[in-house]
């Protein structure tokens, strides 16, 4: 079965595809995404012949698409759609893809494009490639306003930079400007990366046209000497490749092979930004570090990656790691951390499991992780899994982007494997006890007492027990409102859960509870801001409120007093502190 993936989000058009595809659905297999970012998530999942996308689709479009596949499916050929002006149809018709159709189009059209596609993949035809003077101009046509990163198959890496589709400046190997911008148009079977542009402040160092441009780079692509032929021990010293080799090795956690082979790569070619980029980040030392990311620097100013390691060398900094010895680095974000650190203080991610572990994720005055950072790191530990699985640490990296994201049965899957893998000397088997005995504890503790729920009574004339308080707990995160609702109910407090101060709001006129315990930091409103909202609507005169705060500040509680909360609990704190407290504002 042929897999093909239509990027599409018109509903009419859709239908009709569909409908003349189920003709062909013994032979071909028609996948939907009806925007950039879905097409990418299934491209990463499903093995895809051809790609049918619009120039102009939802989240990523169609030229950031362009760009993703030119880095990671350089051979699956593309058949864009658009409707368009007769220059943007000249452009598309040039861009190295396998086919363009002008919209409105037939269906019987688009089958046969597919059906050309198809034939040549069967035939070994090699795809021509995007052709990167047809996406600048794409760029222009579209005026677009970014970073447009190049890497060439030897691994030498330079940007482009727009502003409203005028190209201002360019960078490659040291070269600047117009100079930087014909050694990158001279370049053959490139891979694209398109960003925002961080910073509009760019020095407009380009004053000739891209057609001269093109010009300039197409004379000097004649009279470069031909390339001779590499032999095996050259051909293993692609720096391409070895570079490609230590990102994958560096993403598998094995950054001291990786480290080296980058060092060495770097003596002979000093002049590659993204192998010192990558040195920094299998690096060891503070000073290496620095070192890496000042010479990646020079090379590529403008980089945003490499801007945003720097960033995060100089937090390494601040929190101390330049007073400690050997460093390791975050796997979910790259800085630099102390060896024996617990977290990131960049990201915040828990990066081991320990004996307080529990306590202090749920309890402490520790910020939240940045899921953003965990969730897009997971594909990539999930990639590095497939191509090493007698690796052991690409699995625990994934155990702790699941524990992260309070995925428990997930995280202990995630680190069983790695006691498959090496059962008599796994790194990583203290840690898995650990959330073994962490999860037989939670498994005990909320169904403890399941069998004492209460038992029939057949006395109709039983005494009227006394009237069970209601709290209402208001807490975004889902482990810890989970934890908090249990030790009341173990209490014989009834609960309802809201994980914002909306849902509080809401849930608050049904359930008129006798007590808020209301954490200050939630997502939207944060607590001072429900408090004061909810008093607009509702009458609280009579419902104590406990505000849980990460630190014990004066400013907030002031707030506090102000927005109406009539007492604090400070982070962490223990289930006597929580009760003791609840049941002095109940007296």
Not at 65 to 78: C, F, K
Not at 208 to 237: D, F, G, H, V, Y
Not at 373 to 400: C, G, T, W
Not at 530 to 537: D, G, P, Q, V
Request: proline residues 5%.
């Amino acid at each position: 079965m042929i897999n093909v993936l239509l990027v599409e989000n018109s509903p009419g058009l859709l239908k009709s595809i569909k409908q003349v595809f189920q003709k062909y659905e013994s032979q071909l297999n028609l996948i939907i995404a009806e925007n950039g970012a879905e097409a990418i998530t299934t491209l990463e999942e499903e093995p895809i012949s051809v790609l049918i996308t619009d120039l102009y689709v939802p989240k990523v479009d169609g030229l950031e698409l362009l760009a993703y596949m030119s880095r990671h499916h350089p051979d699956t050929p593309i058949i864009m759609t658009a409707f368009g002006s007769p220059e943007l149809m000249e452009i598309l018709a040039n861009l190295g893809i396998h086919h363009y159709l002008e919209k409105p189009f037939k269906v019987s059209a688009l089958i046969k494009a597919v059906s050309e596609a198809i034939n040549k993949i069967s035939k070994g035809v090699p795809q021509k490639g995007l052709s990167l003077n047809g996406y600048l101009r794409l760029l222009q046509e579209e005026q677009r306003t970014c970073t447009l990163e190049v890497v060439n198959p030897e691994g030498m890496q330079g940007c482009f930079y727009l502003i409203d589709g005028r190209l201002y400046d360019a960078e490659c190997s040291g070269l600047q400007g117009e100079d930087a911008a014909i050694e990158l148009l001279s370049w053959q079977k490139i891979s694209l990366n398109l960003k925002g542009l961080e910073s509009e402040d760019i020095p407009a160092r380009i004053h000739i046209s891209l057609k001269a441009l093109i010009t300039k780079a197409e004379e000097l692509r004649k009279t470069a000497a031909p390339a001779p032929e590499k032999s095996p021990e050259q051909a293993a010293m692609d720096p391409k490749k070895i570079i490609l080799q230590a990102i994958s090795q560096a993403e598998s956690g094995l950054w001291k092979p990786a480290n080296k082979s980058l060092a060495k790569l770097l003596k002979s070619n000093p002049q590659i930004s993204i192998a010192w980029l990558w040195l920094a980040r299998t690096s060891d030392s503070l000073k290496t570090i620095g070192v890496a990311l000042k010479n990646a620097s020079m090379i590529a100013p403008n980089d945003a990656n490499i801007k945003g390691d720097i960033e995060k060398l100089q937090s390494a900094i601040n929190s101390g790691c330049g007073e400690a010895g050997s460093l390791k680095h975050c796997p979910f974000c790259w800085a630099p951390v102390i060896k024996d650190i617990n977290s990131c203080h960049y990201c915040n991610a828990h990066l081991d499991i320990h004996e307080d572990f529990f306590h202090s994720m749920f309890f402490s005055s520790k910020r939240e992780p940045n899921l953003k950072i965990v969730e897009e790191s997971y594909q990539r530990f999930s990639k590095a899994k497939a191509r090493d699985p007698k690796n052991p640490h690409p699995y625990f990296f994934l155990a702790m982007a699941h524990i992260n994201l309070n995925q428990w049965e997930e995280a202990l899957e995630e680190l069983r494997q790695t006691e498959k893998i090496e059962p008599a000397n796994n790194p990583y088997q203290k840690q898995l006890e650990i959330l073994i005995d962490f999860m037989n504890d939670l498994e005990s503790f909320f169904t403890q007492d399941d069998d004492e729920q209460g038992e029939e009574v057949d006395d109709l004339f039983e005494e009227p027990q006394e009237q069970v308080s209601l709290i209402m707990v208001v807490e975004d995160s889902t482990t810890t409102r989970n934890i908090v609702t249990k030790m009341l109910q173990k209490e014989g407090y009834q609960v309802v859960e809201a994980r914002d101060g909306n849902e509080a709001i809401a849930k608050f006129a049904e359930n008129k509870p006798d007590l808020l315990l209301l954490d200050i930091i939630l997502p939207g409103m944060n607590g001072h801001q429900t408090l004061a909202k909810m008093k607009k609507k509702h009458d609280l005169k009579n419902i104590p409120v406990i505000m849980l705060t990460a630190k014990d500040s004066l400013i907030a509680k002031l707030k506090g007093k102000v927005s109406g909360s009539t007492e604090y609990l400070t982070k962490p704190f223990s289930s006597d502190d929580l009760i003791r407290k609840i049941k002095k504002v109940l007296a």
